[in-house]
């Protein structure tokens, strides 16, 4: 496969994909429902994983629950996937969104704002959720994606033109994408694999095993179990149904998106064939 890989930041990234610079973008299932309700529209081929933990939301010392957030501020980027996160958070401890002061902070510099004391609490995933505890000694998360799997899908979103005209080889990518996640999940490679990955956000290899169980990483036929159509989070199609809900209601997106339209199975189906 004659592929071009381009690294990029996160929002940087489905930027680009809006923009056309490149022909599929690594996103979570929520943020492809934003990236198309302002034009950005895609078909998600892969499930590649669920934030099993490394979202998080962290509390400075001397806060231990969301309750306790009352009236603080809490820091996170705006309309992204931890945003959706703590409005789960503060669903779980039956508080709303107006209950606390929200600060639009990117999530790459959460833990800088946290640290600062600009906020009481901030959202982010690995790496900056890491950086925020290790910077701000007694902090802790209060609430993670590990209280809802299935949140937080991430999933490889293509270009309907591009899947359309070269539908073959995103075949062949997606059997890629198989044999990556095997690798990735074979105890026995763990060394390897976390000296690639910890290597391109700057962490080293020990530094990124601790955070590798905060991911769920899936091959293609746990993927295939997850593209069942069920209401609830165990599948994509749930969970982009209670995303979109949420974004609608948070004024993140005004017109409930057609979420089916952003899924499509059958690449998996024809790649395990």
């Known amino acids: 496969m004659d592929v071009e890989f381009t690294w990029l930041d996160y929002g940087p990234s489905m930027e680009a994909f809006s923009a056309g610079k490149v022909d599929a973008v690594c996103m979570t299932n929520g943020d492809a429902l934003v990236t198309g309700a302002t034009g950005g529209k895609s078909v998600s081929i892969i499930v590649n994983d669920y934030s099993d933990g490394n979202d998080m939301i ?121 044999r990556v996640a095997k690798f990735v999940n074979d105890p026995k490679n763990l060394d390897e694999a976390a000296k690639i990955m910890g290597a391109r956000v700057r962490l080293s290899p020990d530094e990124y095993k601790a955070i590798m169980k905060g991911t769920h990483i899936m091959d293609l036929d746990e993927g295939k179990k997850h593209f069942a159509k069920a209401d609830g989070l165990t599948s994509i199609y749930g969970s982009n149904k209670i995303v979109d809900e949420f974004n609608v209601k948070n004024a993140v997106y005004k017109a409930p998106e057609k979420v089916d339209l952003y899924l499509d199975p059958s690449v998996t189906e024809e790649a395990l064939k």
């Not at 000694?137 to 591009?162: C, E, Q, R, W």
Request: glycine fraction near 8%.
């Open 58 to 178: 962290v509390a400075k010392p001397g806060i231990a629950t969301m309750a306790q957030l009352k009236g603080k501020t809490i820091g996170v980027e705006v309309g992204f996937v931890d945003h959706l996160l703590l409005l789960h958070a503060l669903k779980a401890a039956n508080m709303k969104e107006s209950d606390i002061k929200l600060k639009n902070v990117k999530t790459d510099e959460t833990p800088q704002s946290l640290k600062s004391g600009d906020v009481d609490a901030v959202g982010c995933w690995q790496p900056s959720s890491g950086a925020a505890l290790n910077e701000v000694p007694g902090s802790k998360p209060i609430f993670t994606s590990k209280d809802v799997p299935g949140l937080i899908y991430d999933m490889l979103a293509v270009n309907p033109k591009s899947l359309a005209e070269h539908r073959a080889d995103w075949v062949k990518i997606t059997k890629v994408w198989d």
